[in-house]
């Protein structure tokens, strides 16, 4: 069986997916919401091959919401995040957890930064959440963090660079890598 698209795991339901594209955040919540049920039901039924076959469009899927600026919709796309990954979570491989948390934390770290406190808190409770999962654990997601780190120090770091253009770099840099630090101490306590 080849993977479905998102198109053809939310198949009766296609408004939602045009509601996600309106500028009217009441509404692309509500799509939201109604995409988590039908997703309950899909994942309700799951195995581990259908399972595997789910991880990439709801990956996308996933991807795109935590982009929304609106607070309440970056939230509730939070929400929706946590129930996929602990839906899904029990029948992945480690190398499927690792592919799908490390497409994940790069984007609620970077978030973070520009985010409001409650958008913080928020997104730190969800990163402990994956830390505590049985099938998760504080290992792969310290590990999708120092990727992030290593991938920002290869950006900031480029041979042909001179030492202000460097420093300027890390300046750019510095909230987002401090985030970074900071989801590490906290995943040590």
Known sequence: MSQPSIRELLKGHEECLS???LPNSKKRMRAIVEIKKVIQKKIAQVSTSSARDLLEPLSLLMRQLLKDDNNEVYLESLNLLKFIVASLAPHLTALDLHLM??????????NTVTGTMRIRMASDKVIIFFAKNNNIGSFIVAKEVLKNIERINKLVVQPTMSKKEIEEEIEQRKQVLVRHYGILQMLVQ
Request: proline share 0%; aromatic share 8%; charged share 10%.
């Open 19 to 21: 509601q996600l594209k």
């Open 101 to 110: 948390m490390g497409s994940f934390i790069g984007v609620i770290v970077n």
